[in-house]
């Protein structure tokens, strides 16, 4: 987690600029790995879910892929999968960070010297009783430099539940009580660029706020789908790179079909083009160079006229409060829909 800033505040410039770390290189290689993202039924197929993202850490360094990736990228759920489970069971299914899953990521890390991006379901002793979904990225020394939670989950969209996972915004007070408002909206300043982290999807203001503290690349998961406008808007309305990873076809024993939702991954451009797309739903690496010396020569903050905007923003009230999951955290998926319902502030 990102220390709090001394007195609280945001680290945010109004000159157009925005904090960074040195560049270790001019241009990198982001590696974006489209792998299954398999449900598992128990310890033992987590434990195999993890054995085959090591491997395709390996695949990832055998030749013939072009350049080696300095920063590999997973999907939301590479160890756990994902599937209906109650909170119960997804809470026998978080791992914890640090923790013996990622130490053995770490090794990866350290045995090619890259960074490694992958996103979990996660439980932390700071946090008892919730279940978080927290993006992490390790650094090429095996430690980790940054653990991104969920900012907020999509709400209304699926018939009969909603999720569980407790984000951001449902814990909002505690949070900023806890990190700080800086870490509210997340980026991590390495030597890579400035790196915001995020399994939100449809949620363009988000993915401003980070620009505007300074965000180069966005690393964005998914499974089971998402919307390709979405991600390419992001990079083309901030002017930044933005990468996608979902996940690939499913295994056949799982709970549905072996294509839902799966493929897509993709890295988009400062202008919006794609650098690089998977041009099947089965697993695969798809790589992109980011020439981030010279993007970060002439690179700014969004230009954005705020001052026509923000009385309409002052005025406007989210459709849920924040911090409904700091009382109540729901059981299962269905008790978070009945939670949820009636809860909506909008007629």
Not at 34 to 41: D, F
Not at 98 to 110: C, L, Q, Y
Not at 257 to 271: H, K, L, Q
């Amino acid at each position: 987690m990102t220390e709090p800033t001394p007195d609280g505040s945001i680290t945010q410039r109004t000159d157009g600029g925005y904090a960074t770390a040195d560049l270790v290189k001019d241009a990198w290689t982001l590696g974006v790995v489209q792998s299954r993202v398999h449900p598992a039924a128990d310890e033992a197929e987590q434990e195999a879910n993890l054995a085959h993202m090591l491997h395709l850490i390996d695949n990832s360094f055998h030749t013939g892929f072009g350049f080696a990736p300095d920063l590999l990228f997973f999907h939301e759920f590479p160890i756990s999968g994902w599937d209906q489970w109650t909170k119960e069971e997804t809470e026998r299914r978080c791992i914890e960070i640090p923790g013996p899953e990622t130490e053995r990521i770490s090794a990866k890390a350290r045995e090619y010297g890259c960074h490694i991006a992958f996103g979990a379901y996660v439980r932390d002793p700071d946090w008892p009783g919730h279940v978080l979904s927290i993006t992490t990225l390790i650094g090429p020394d095996g430690e980790i430099i940054a653990k991104h939670w969920k900012a907020r989950n999509v709400k209304g969209v699926f018939r009969g539940f909603e999720l569980f996972t407790t984000t951001t915004y449902d814990v909002l007070d505690q949070y900023v009580e806890m990190y700080g408002a800086d870490a509210v909206l997340p980026v991590a300043r390495t030597g890579l660029g400035n790196i915001s982290m995020s399994s939100t999807q449809l949620e363009p203001e988000l993915f401003r706020a980070l620009a505007i503290k300074g965000a180069e690349v966005f690393l964005r998961t998914a499974s089971g789908s998402f919307s390709e406008v979405d991600i390419r808007a992001s990079a083309l309305h901030n002017r930044v790179y933005c990468a996608i990873v979902n996940n690939s076809v499913l295994a056949r024993e799982s709970n549905y079909f072996e294509d839902t939702g799966a493929g897509g991954s993709a890295v988009y451009g400062p202008d919006g083009q794609a650098l690089a797309t998977a041009d099947s739903k089965f697993e695969k690496l798809i790589s992109a160079q980011i020439p981030i010396a010279s993007f970060r020569a002439v690179h700014r903050q969004p230009d954005i006229h705020w001052d026509l905007y923000r009385p309409v923003f002052e005025q406007y009230r989210s459709r849920f409060e924040p911090n409904l999951y700091t009382p109540y955290q729901p059981h299962d998926l269905r008790d978070a829909g009945r939670y949820l319902n009636g809860r909506s502030r909008w007629r």
